[in-house]
Nanobody, 122 residues
Framework: QVQLVESGGGLVQAGGSLRLSCAAS????????MGWFRQAPGREREFVAS??????LYGDSVKGRFTMSRDAFQNTNYLEMNRLKPEDTAVYYC?????????????????WGQGTQVTVSS
């Protein structure tokens, strides 16, 4: 059974940093594309970052502030978030897929975690 478990969310002041983790289990994910998305109240789920075979992609709103990495041997990926802003407040979701059609689209991913809340105070 595939399971993705996010951790590391919390409350932080604007300008601060958080590191999210996504632990994957149930199969070997080293060849999977892994992604992070976020969803704020009343808004659609938004692409944050992904690691593909060719590199790492970032959403425009997080470029230069967030860094995604992965430890394939541990089946874990990370989202380092720096210079956080109040508009980064959302539930952050980890996603995985062996062959997503487009790694920035929600519908491309078949596996999702339950999410972790990130709240940035001003």
């Amino acid at each position: 059974q595939v399971q993705l478990v996010e951790s590391g969310g919390g409350l932080v002041q604007a300008g601060g940093s958080l590191r999210l983790s996504c632990a994957a289990s149930g199969r070997t994910f080293s060849s999977y594309v892994m992604g992070w998305f976020r969803q704020a109240p009343g808004r659609e789920r938004e692409f944050v970052a992904s690691i593909t075979w060719s590199g790492t992609l970032y959403g425009d709103s997080v470029k230069g502030r967030f860094t995604m990495s992965r430890d394939a041997f541990q089946n874990t990926n990370y989202l380092e978030m720096n210079r956080l802003k109040p508009e980064d407040t959302a539930v952050y979701y980890c996603a995985a897929d062996p062959n997503p059609r487009n790694p920035i689209l929600v519908l491309s991913y078949g596996y999702w975690g339950q999410g972790t809340q990130v709240t940035v105070s001003s």
